[in-house]
């Protein structure tokens, strides 16, 4: 778990020069992009031709757009999408450590990009963990604007959401300046999340989009019990179920084959 919010932190921030030398070694062209959003500047990268059906990526918490460069270089991918991934409010390069604890508020937000799909299908948006909240977010806010989501370890189920012990003290005053910026929104958006899910609880019949949900049956952080939650919930939608029984919460690097396969057979 420890290993898990570390490699979130440090692992994946990277900064436009970082991330315009990774695609030039591979001699992919690369956009970096922003925009503001609520008076604060958002980014996001983009590769792929804009033409084609757009894939959204939206990271987890910790973590940030580059966490997806293995998709976004993806030769199969950039062949048939044109692909955006962005930074979350408070983290990455969108306003670092401004925490923005509402769903609705972080959908709204994200939802500028979906305005840059030229193509005739609806977008296709992926998310892993606490962004597969938040793409189910926008698919009950904007559900004729959306026309998928690939929802990969989805935090989803206010009941058994989980507040790890170290969480309340990492909020004390005492010791909120000592908590790396990353781990400190991410603690922030934890512990308003199980509120946000109850606000959400009459929403999921609006979701109008096919869904794949993808999890692992070893997930410590998101239980594989949210599987049957969205099954239940999602009255409305067409659900196809993916579980991995040795997978983990790590899925999109873990199987990235199966997340690939997902998003692409939507496009």
Same mark, same amino acid.
């Given at each position: ?126 998310? +892993?963990?606490?962004?597969? =909240? @938040? *793409? ?13 989501? $690939? /929802? ?83 009255? +409305?939608?067409?659900?196809? =179920? @993916? *579980? ?13 084959? $199966? /997340? ?8």
């Amino acid at each position: 778990m420890i290993f898990h919010y570390l490699q979130g932190c440090f692992g994946s921030r990277r900064g436009d020069a970082s991330v315009k030398a990774y695609f030039e070694k591979k001699q992919i062209p690369v956009s970096i992009g922003y925009y503001k959003a609520e008076g604060r500047w958002i980014r996001y990268l983009e590769t792929g031709t804009p033409d084609k059906p757009l894939v959204l990526w939206v990271h987890g918490a910790p973590g940030a757009a580059s966490a997806f460069l293995h998709f976004l270089s993806d030769k199969d991918l950039l062949a048939t999408a044109h692909m955006i991934s962005v930074d979350r409010p408070g983290f990455g390069y969108s306003s670092f450590g401004d925490t923005v604890v509402s769903l609705e508020r972080q959908a709204a937000m994200l939802y500028p990009l979906l305005k840059k799909n030229q193509s005739e299908k609806l977008p296709v948006l992926a998310g +892993h963990s606490y962004g597969g =909240t @938040i *793409v189910g977010r926008m698919a009950m806010d904007f559900p004729d604007e959306i026309g998928a989501l $690939v /929802m990969v370890a989805p935090a989803v189920d206010p009941r058994i959401e989980k507040i790890f012990r170290v969480s309340y003290p990492a909020d004390c005053w005492m010791f909120r300046p000592l908590v790396p910026t990353c781990l400190r929104v991410t603690n922030e958006e934890k512990l308003g999340h199980v509120s946000q899910l109850y606000r959400m609880l009459p929403l999921w019949k609006k979701i109008v989009a096919a869904v794949t949900i993808i999890h692992g049956e070893k997930d410590k952080i998101a239980p594989v019990e949210n599987v049957s939650f969205l099954q239940s919930s999602l009255t +409305h939608a067409r659900v196809k =179920t @993916i *579980v991995n029984p040795h997978g983990g919460h790590l899925l999109p690097w873990e199987t990235p084959q $199966v /997340m690939k396969e997902a998003v692409m057979s939507y496009l």
